[in-house]
């Protein structure tokens, strides 16, 4: 499993850091939205079910995974 952040489109929320803190940390950006990043690129397959619901929970949708 290979995970991907539309940094673009990514605000900031949290809730991704919320449901699998393990993977997504959310770094604070004074001059525009805060944003998220990788922790881990490919987490172990034991981490899935946790990044399947922040993929689910990210109010816009721009976590994406392969594998
Ligand atoms: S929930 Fe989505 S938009 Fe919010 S910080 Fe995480 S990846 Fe970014």
Do not use: W
Request: glycine residues 4%; negative net charge.
């Amino acid at each position: 499993m290979r995970i991907k952040i539309d940094l673009a489109l990514c605000q900031g929320h949290g809730q991704c850091a919320e449901e699998a803190p393990e993977v997504f940390r959310v770094v604070n950006n004074p001059t525009a939205y805060d944003h998220t990043e990788l922790i881990m690129e490919s987490p172990d397959e034991a981490l899935r079910p946790k990044v399947e619901r922040a993929i689910r929970y990210c109010p816009n949708r721009v976590i994406s995974f392969e594998g």
